[in-house]
Protein backbone atom coordinates (compact mmCIF):
# COMPACT_ATOMS: atom_id res chain seq x y z
CA UNK A 1 0.00 0.00 0.00
CA UNK A 2 1.54 3.41 -0.95
CA UNK A 3 2.68 5.82 1.66
CA UNK A 4 0.85 8.87 1.31
CA UNK A 5 2.33 11.62 3.37
CA UNK A 6 0.72 14.29 5.43
CA UNK A 7 -1.35 16.63 3.24
CA UNK A 8 -0.47 14.76 0.02
CA UNK A 9 -3.25 13.57 -1.72
CA UNK A 10 -4.41 11.15 -4.37
CA UNK A 11 -4.25 14.06 -7.02
CA UNK A 12 -0.39 14.70 -5.94
CA UNK A 13 0.69 11.34 -6.26
CA UNK A 14 -0.49 11.47 -10.09
CA UNK A 15 0.72 14.98 -10.77
CA UNK A 16 4.39 14.04 -9.60
CA UNK A 17 3.94 10.26 -11.88
CA UNK A 18 3.02 12.41 -14.60
CA UNK A 19 6.16 15.02 -14.13
CA UNK A 20 8.22 11.88 -14.08
CA UNK A 21 7.27 10.53 -16.78
CA UNK A 22 7.58 13.77 -18.94
CA UNK A 23 10.91 13.68 -17.55
CA UNK A 24 11.89 10.50 -19.02
CA UNK A 25 10.29 11.31 -21.97
CA UNK A 26 12.32 14.88 -22.48
CA UNK A 27 15.03 12.79 -21.58
CA UNK A 28 14.59 10.18 -24.68
CA UNK A 29 13.97 13.08 -27.24
CA UNK A 30 17.20 14.64 -26.31
CA UNK A 31 19.32 11.94 -26.50
CA UNK A 32 17.56 10.39 -30.02
CA UNK A 33 17.82 14.19 -31.26
CA UNK A 34 21.45 14.24 -29.91
CA UNK A 35 22.01 11.09 -31.67
CA UNK A 36 20.35 12.35 -34.89
CA UNK A 37 22.94 15.53 -34.40
CA UNK A 38 26.12 13.47 -34.28
CA UNK A 39 24.67 11.33 -37.06
CA UNK A 40 24.36 14.24 -39.22
CA UNK A 41 27.62 15.71 -38.84
CA UNK A 42 29.42 11.86 -38.94
CA UNK A 43 27.99 12.12 -42.46
CA UNK A 44 28.69 15.64 -43.31
CA UNK A 45 32.24 15.55 -42.12
CA UNK A 46 33.58 12.39 -41.48
CA UNK A 47 31.96 9.61 -43.46
CA UNK A 48 29.41 8.90 -45.98
CA UNK A 49 28.17 5.84 -47.65
CA UNK A 50 27.66 6.13 -51.49
CA UNK A 51 25.89 3.77 -53.83
CA UNK A 52 27.59 2.51 -57.02
CA UNK A 53 25.63 3.61 -59.84
CA UNK A 54 26.49 2.13 -63.35
CA UNK A 55 29.64 -0.03 -65.41
CA UNK A 56 32.38 2.92 -65.05
CA UNK A 57 34.68 1.26 -62.39
CA UNK A 58 34.04 -2.53 -62.96
CA UNK A 59 35.31 -5.12 -62.28
CA UNK A 60 36.50 -3.32 -58.79
CA UNK A 61 33.44 -2.21 -58.52
CA UNK A 62 29.57 -3.14 -59.01
CA UNK A 63 26.44 -2.04 -59.19
CA UNK A 64 24.91 -2.32 -56.54
CA UNK A 65 28.02 -1.91 -54.22
CA UNK A 66 27.91 0.13 -51.53
CA UNK A 67 31.05 2.04 -50.70
CA UNK A 68 32.13 4.24 -47.10
CA UNK A 69 34.23 7.47 -48.54
CA UNK A 70 36.33 9.61 -45.84
CA UNK A 71 35.94 13.24 -46.23
CA UNK A 72 38.66 13.98 -44.06
CA UNK A 73 40.97 11.88 -46.07
CA UNK A 74 42.38 14.99 -48.00
CA UNK A 75 42.42 17.61 -45.39
CA UNK A 76 45.20 15.92 -43.37
CA UNK A 77 47.02 14.57 -46.63
CA UNK A 78 47.22 14.33 -50.15
CA UNK A 79 45.82 12.83 -53.01
CA UNK A 80 47.61 9.84 -54.04
CA UNK A 81 47.78 7.92 -57.74
CA UNK A 82 45.73 4.88 -57.70
CA UNK A 83 42.97 6.38 -55.03
CA UNK A 84 39.36 5.53 -55.70
CA UNK A 85 37.55 9.09 -55.32
CA UNK A 86 34.06 10.60 -55.25
CA UNK A 87 33.58 13.65 -56.70
CA UNK A 88 30.90 16.37 -57.66
CA UNK A 89 30.79 16.72 -61.34
CA UNK A 90 28.97 19.95 -61.92
CA UNK A 91 27.19 20.73 -65.69
CA UNK A 92 24.93 23.49 -66.57
CA UNK A 93 22.40 23.25 -69.99
CA UNK A 94 22.49 27.20 -69.66
CA UNK A 95 19.07 26.77 -67.81
CA UNK A 96 19.82 24.24 -65.14
CA UNK A 97 22.55 22.98 -63.04
CA UNK A 98 23.30 19.41 -62.32
CA UNK A 99 24.97 18.27 -59.97
CA UNK A 100 26.24 14.41 -60.18
CA UNK A 101 28.75 12.38 -57.78
CA UNK A 102 30.74 10.49 -59.37
CA UNK A 103 33.18 7.56 -58.84
CA UNK A 104 36.83 7.27 -60.73
CA UNK A 105 40.17 6.20 -60.20
CA UNK A 106 43.40 9.05 -59.86
CA UNK A 107 45.79 8.28 -62.24
CA UNK A 108 47.73 11.72 -63.08
CA UNK A 109 49.05 14.12 -60.35
CA UNK A 110 49.14 18.11 -60.47
CA UNK A 111 51.96 19.42 -62.69
CA UNK A 112 52.18 15.79 -64.62
CA UNK A 113 51.42 14.82 -67.94
CA UNK A 114 49.44 12.05 -69.08
CA UNK A 115 48.72 10.74 -72.35
CA UNK A 116 47.48 7.66 -73.92
CA UNK A 117 48.81 5.12 -76.50
CA UNK A 118 47.29 1.65 -77.43
CA UNK A 119 45.05 1.91 -74.71
CA UNK A 120 48.18 1.98 -72.73
CA UNK A 121 48.36 4.97 -69.74
CA UNK A 122 52.01 7.10 -69.48
CA UNK A 123 52.69 9.50 -66.91
CA UNK A 124 55.41 11.98 -67.43
CA UNK A 125 56.57 9.47 -70.25
CA UNK A 126 56.42 6.23 -68.08
CA UNK A 127 53.77 3.27 -68.67
CA UNK A 128 51.51 3.67 -65.65
CA UNK A 129 51.18 -0.30 -63.90
CA UNK A 130 47.55 -0.88 -63.76
CA UNK A 131 46.85 -4.20 -62.33
CA UNK A 132 42.94 -3.27 -61.62
CA UNK A 133 41.66 -3.29 -65.16
CA UNK A 134 39.44 -6.04 -66.41
CA UNK A 135 41.28 -8.83 -67.52
CA UNK A 136 38.48 -9.85 -70.12
CA UNK A 137 39.00 -5.90 -71.41
CA UNK A 138 43.18 -7.02 -71.44
CA UNK A 139 42.66 -9.46 -74.07
CA UNK A 140 40.69 -7.82 -76.57
CA UNK A 141 42.39 -7.83 -79.50
CA UNK A 142 40.34 -4.56 -80.96
CA UNK A 143 41.64 -1.09 -79.18
CA UNK A 144 38.58 0.28 -79.08
CA UNK A 145 36.92 -2.84 -77.53
CA UNK A 146 39.43 -2.21 -74.95
CA UNK A 147 39.53 1.03 -73.93
CA UNK A 148 37.01 3.05 -76.39
CA UNK A 149 39.85 5.76 -76.71
CA UNK A 150 43.26 4.12 -77.87
CA UNK A 151 44.66 7.51 -78.18
CA UNK A 152 45.16 10.46 -76.03
CA UNK A 153 47.57 13.45 -77.06
CA UNK A 154 49.58 14.46 -73.86
CA UNK A 155 47.30 16.41 -71.24
CA UNK A 156 49.41 18.13 -68.36
CA UNK A 157 47.21 18.55 -65.44
CA UNK A 158 46.95 21.39 -63.83
CA UNK A 159 47.86 22.82 -60.54
CA UNK A 160 45.02 21.91 -57.83
CA UNK A 161 43.33 19.36 -60.76
CA UNK A 162 43.90 15.52 -61.22
CA UNK A 163 43.33 13.33 -63.96
CA UNK A 164 40.52 10.51 -63.11
CA UNK A 165 39.80 7.64 -65.65
CA UNK A 166 37.35 4.67 -64.89
CA UNK A 167 38.45 1.17 -64.48
CA UNK A 168 36.49 0.03 -66.94
CA UNK A 169 37.60 2.32 -70.03
CA UNK A 170 35.31 1.06 -72.32
CA UNK A 171 32.10 2.36 -70.17
CA UNK A 172 33.58 4.95 -68.63
CA UNK A 173 33.01 8.75 -69.16
CA UNK A 174 36.01 10.08 -67.53
CA UNK A 175 38.91 12.86 -67.79
CA UNK A 176 38.98 11.93 -71.32
CA UNK A 177 35.92 13.22 -71.76
CA UNK A 178 35.54 16.25 -69.37
CA UNK A 179 39.33 16.81 -68.64
CA UNK A 180 40.76 16.90 -65.24
CA UNK A 181 39.39 17.32 -62.09
CA UNK A 182 39.12 20.38 -59.76
CA UNK A 183 40.33 18.74 -56.33
CA UNK A 184 37.88 21.11 -54.52
CA UNK A 185 35.32 19.32 -56.05
CA UNK A 186 36.51 15.80 -54.33
CA UNK A 187 34.39 14.80 -51.53
CA UNK A 188 36.81 11.81 -50.52
CA UNK A 189 38.37 8.46 -50.47
CA UNK A 190 36.56 5.22 -51.19
CA UNK A 191 38.07 3.15 -48.89
CA UNK A 192 35.94 0.02 -48.36
CA UNK A 193 33.10 -1.87 -49.69
CA UNK A 194 30.70 -2.47 -47.40
CA UNK A 195 27.55 -4.02 -49.67
CA UNK A 196 26.50 -6.61 -50.32
CA UNK A 197 28.45 -8.38 -47.31
CA UNK A 198 30.21 -10.72 -49.72
CA UNK A 199 31.78 -8.42 -51.68
CA UNK A 200 33.82 -6.37 -48.53
CA UNK A 201 37.00 -5.39 -49.34
CA UNK A 202 39.21 -2.41 -48.85
CA UNK A 203 40.11 -0.36 -51.92
Not at 98 to 111: E, F
Not at 138 to 155: G, H, I, W
Request: net charge neutral.
Amino acid sequence: MPIELPGETEVDNGRRRLGGSFRAAFDWVVVLVVALLVALGIRTFVLQQFYISGPSMETTLFQPNRVLVNKLSYRFGDISRGDVVVFDRVTSNGQYVQHDDLIKRVVALPGESVSIKGCVVYVDGKQLDEPYLPVVDAQQADLVSRCRQPEMAAVDVPAEQVFVLGDNRVQSMDSRTFGPVDKETIVGRAFVVIWPISRWRWL
